[in-house]
């Protein structure tokens, strides 16, 4: 039977892939890479330097494809029927390729931003393939250092406090509001500086952008006193390198 692995390659230091993603990456027959239109050069450049710094000999084949574009939605509902149909149809390019490109008893491995886990739907996405009779294989996964836990350590702290918990969520979903039974909330995905409509005075922010690369950038310090800076860095810094790849932890702080 065929084999899959999706391997989390980190949250941008090539010094963040494990060995055992080294090793899954070396076991690979094929590595399938979904190239984004959109995708920046920096990027591409950083796999190409993880896949020349640690596959010995010729490495796995690679085959490239064209991802689906992705359209937007505005509104929650809009958003969530966008990502079912761009799943959908990457779901049916990844079919083809394990198909036609990965013969029988043969091992195939896409490399994925920070770990497969989260805010990524390409297990979903084999998922949803590996459940059909027309291509089978077996999945297996290879966890990566997330941008939270990049995040977390550059600022050497722990995402949760004694006895607490670590609530996970998008820009979109904190426009709404800071959670009411949450202390601390790690956010990503959010492109429109969702921390500035959050109301009170009783937070602390904890930002990083491009973690784990030479163009890194960590604030830190209570919201209201930070916040603009962030919102001037983040321009500069997006206006500079064409793109942004931001995370950050607010923190309530406790009496």
Known sequence: MRTVLVIGMGAGDPDYMTAQAVAGLNAADVLFVLEKADEQQDLIALRREICDRFVDGEGPRVVAAQDPPRRRGTTAAQQRAAVADWRRLRAELCERLIDAELGAGGTGA??????????????????????????????????????????????????????????????????????????????MLDGDLAFKRVEGDHLEIFWGAYLGTPDEVLIAGPLREVEDEIERVRAAARERKGWMFDTYLLRRRLA
């Open 110 to 187: 896409f490399l994925v931003w920070g770990d497969p886990s989260l805010y990524d739907g390409l297990l979903d996405v084999l998922g949803q393939i590996a459940g059909r009779d027309a291509v089978t294989f077996e999945l297996k996964v290879i966890p990566g250092i997330s941008a939270p836990a990049a995040l977390a350590a550059r600022h050497r702290i722990a995402l949760n406090r004694p006895g607490g918990a670590v609530h996970l969520t998008t820009g979109r979903r904190l426009a709404q509001g800071f959670p009411a039974e949450a202390d601390d909330v790690v956010v």
